[in-house]
Nanobody
Framework: QLQASGGGLVQPGGSLRLSCAASGSTLDDYSIGWFRQAPGKEREGVSCIGCIGSTTYYADSVKGRFTISRDNAKNSMYLQMNSLKPEDTAVYYC???????????????WGQGTLVTVSV
């Protein structure tokens, strides 16, 4: 089970840190990812670790602003979001899948989603 938290309302240019805690299993040796879905749009990948070999993936729209990380000892994953823009507004989901999982349908376990709103 995954529990996401950390969403909220922030002004443009601000920062938020999303957290996702896993219970009942560890994150070791799994692909972990953050996805988001804005109103009226499809779910899109934001960032993932273990999805493309040992590299870390970031969508072009968040490169240089977002940082994904994991803490295996705490069975947790994080998404540090800086320089937020109104177009980052969405419900953010954490997900865990087998090593190499990249597309949303390849992930087996999903958090409940946390809303991030970037607005003045």
């Amino acid at each position: 089970q995954l529990q996401a938290s950390g969403g909220g309302l922030v002004q443009p240019g601000g920062s938020l840190r999303l957290s996702c805690a896993a219970s009942g299993s560890t994150l070791d040796d799994y692909s972990i990812g953050w996805f988001r879905q804005a109103p009226g749009k499809e779910r899109e990948g934001v960032s993932c670790i273990g999805c493309i070999g040992s590299t870390t993936y970031y969508a072009d729209s968040v490169k240089g602003r977002f940082t994904i990380s994991r803490d295996n000892a705490k069975n947790s994953m994080y998404l540090q979001m800086n320089s937020l823009k109104p177009e980052d507004t969405a419900v953010y989901y954490c997900a865990v899948g087998a090593w190499g999982s990249y597309f949303p349908h390849e992930y087996d376990l999903w958090g409940q989603g946390t809303l991030v709103t970037v607005s003045v």
